[in-house]
């Protein structure tokens, strides 16, 4: 039997759901909110576990592909202190291919492959339990009918209100992402620094993460403790210890648009950590404001017929290397089980399965990527060396 099945959202989790059910020759409709897919910057670089996003790629029958595309190197990881000191520089054997990295471009090109995703389809809500089934409501005003609605909309999510009241909340860790291109070129002393993977430099209640995506491409980010409202109010907010002259320009209040103030205030916010570090910031094109929020922890809902949730919809959690992994493995574990469900109650027990696994799963994640970021942008920057250390060695 063919169920007429929605999945919303042509993101890692929405594609890798539509990708399975393709290769079992399932019918889908993938629909997604952006024009085009190319329509804003893909993002940075993904780093695809063994036993996650590549077990998904593998049900996707998608892993030769994704080794030829991969960069195992990437992997290298280096921890500086915020004087410059290397601290940590830890180099992948050869043959270690736990969790090479891949651009997000790339990734979701070799996912979308012959699907045939409906782009410009933002929709607007769903509404379980009409007579014909699910009802997809779009922001054009049309409307249609699906068996399941599978709900891989991101993190700020329409689907999520038919079967759960929760909203994400900021966790106080705010991101600036900035980037670098043509590093090897342009900036080599910054490309020896970052070397073939990421550098960070953890300080106390910020850090910066540099991560080299492929073509020479870096991606950077300065993360801290603010709140939300922070740069309407610098020395209020951030205690910045302004020296007069080396912050002469800088407004009590920065406009996020203006990316030389912008600058200014990272440069003051990590004023006194070494020069090659601050670097990354002084050469950083455009920057983009990333406050980092969650889903509360372990969070479910009671099963609602006909609608489910992956990926950040289901259980958004800060980003430490693991919610695109887990958003792919559920689209691809949701994908076998509803292409062999044969009629509407098996359909509905195989998506209820489906719940009870991704939930447990999630959770463990949530409660260790929460006690991540605590430890990452800490008041103790030694907390964040342990960390590494206790997941290296584990
Ligand atoms: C800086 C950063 C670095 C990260 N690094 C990693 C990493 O190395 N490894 C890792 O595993 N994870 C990482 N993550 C987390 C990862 O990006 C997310 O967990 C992952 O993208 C979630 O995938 P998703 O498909 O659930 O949601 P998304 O990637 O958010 O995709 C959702 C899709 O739905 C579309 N959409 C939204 N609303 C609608 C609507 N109303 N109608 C139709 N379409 C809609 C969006 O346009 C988008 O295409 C990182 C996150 C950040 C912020």
């Given at each position: 039997?063919?169920?007429?099945?929605?999945?919303?959202?042509?993101?890692?989790?929405?594609?890798?759901?539509?990708?399975?059910?393709?290769?079992?020759?399932?019918?889908?409709?993938?629909?997604?909110?952006?024009?085009?897919?190319?329509?804003?910057?893909?993002?940075?670089?993904?780093?695809?576990?063994?036993?996650?996003?590549?077990?998904?790629?593998?049900?996707?029958?998608?892993?030769?592909?994704?080794?030829?595309?991969?960069?195992?190197?990437?992997?290298?990881?280096?921890?500086?202190?915020?004087?410059?000191?290397?601290?940590?520089?830890?180099?992948?054997?050869?043959?270690?291919?736990?969790?090479?990295?891949?651009?997000?471009?790339?990734?979701?090109?070799?996912?979308?492959?012959?699907?045939?995703?409906?782009?410009?389809?933002?929709?607007?809500?769903?509404?379980?339990?009409?007579?014909?089934?699910?009802?997809?409501?779009?922001?054009?005003?049309?409307?249609?009918?699906?068996?399941?609605?599978?709900?891989?909309?991101?993190?700020?999510?329409?689907v999520r209100p038919a079967v759960s009241s929760a909203t994400p909340h900021y966790t106080g860790v705010t991101a600036v992402e900035t980037s670098l291109e043509d590093v090897d070129t342009r900036h080599p002393d910054l490309a020896r620094l970052i070397g073939d993977g990421s550098m960070a430099v953890y300080g106390v209640n910020r850090s910066i993460v540099a991560q080299r995506n492929s073509g020479g491409h870096v991606k950077v980010y300065a993360q801290f403790r603010a709140p939300l409202d922070w740069h309407t109010d610098l020395d209020r907010h951030l205690g910045l210890n302004r020296r007069a002259g080396l912050d002469a320009g800088l407004d009590a209040g920065v406009d996020l648009a203006d990316v030389e103030a912008v600058r200014s205030s990272l440069l003051a916010l990590f004023d006194g950590w070494a020069a090659p570090v601050l670097d990354l910031l002084r050469h950083g094109t455009a920057f983009v404001h990333r406050p980092l929020y969650v889903l509360p922890v372990s969070h479910t809902w009671a099963h609602v017929p006909g609608v489910t949730l992956l990926g950040d919809a289901a259980h958004l959690m800060p980003p430490l290397g693991v919610g695109a992994n887990l958003a792919m493995l559920e689209g691809a574990e949701l994908a076998e089980s509803v292409a062999a469900a044969t009629g509407p109650d098996e359909l509905d027990e195989s998506v209820r399965a489906f719940e009870e696994q991704m939930w447990a799963r999630a959770g463990r994640w949530a409660k260790f990527t929460m006690a991540g970021l605590e430890r990452l942008v800490s008041p103790d920057p030694t907390e964040a060396l342990a960390l590494f250390d206790e997941v290296q060695s584990s």
């Open positions: 039997m063919r169920h007429r099945i929605a999945v919303v959202g042509g993101g890692p989790a929405g594609l890798t759901f539509a990708r399975v059910l393709h290769r079992h020759d399932h019918p889908v409709t993938v629909l997604e909110r952006d024009p085009a897919p190319d329509a804003r910057p893909p993002g940075g670089t993904l780093d695809m576990h063994e036993g996650l996003g590549q077990s998904a790629l593998s049900k996707a029958g998608l892993l030769a592909e994704f080794e030829a595309l991969s960069r195992p190197e990437g992997q290298a990881m280096r921890i500086l202190d915020t004087d410059g000191t290397v601290l940590r520089d830890w180099r992948p054997r050869p043959d270690d291919r736990a969790n090479p990295e891949i651009d997000r471009g790339q990734l979701r090109d070799l996912l979308l492959g012959p699907l045939d995703v409906q782009w410009g389809r933002g929709v607007t809500e769903v509404e379980p339990g009409t007579r014909d089934g699910v009802l997809v409501r779009f922001a054009d005003g049309r409307q249609e009918t699906y068996d399941l609605v599978v709900g891989a909309d991101g993190a700020w999510s329409r």
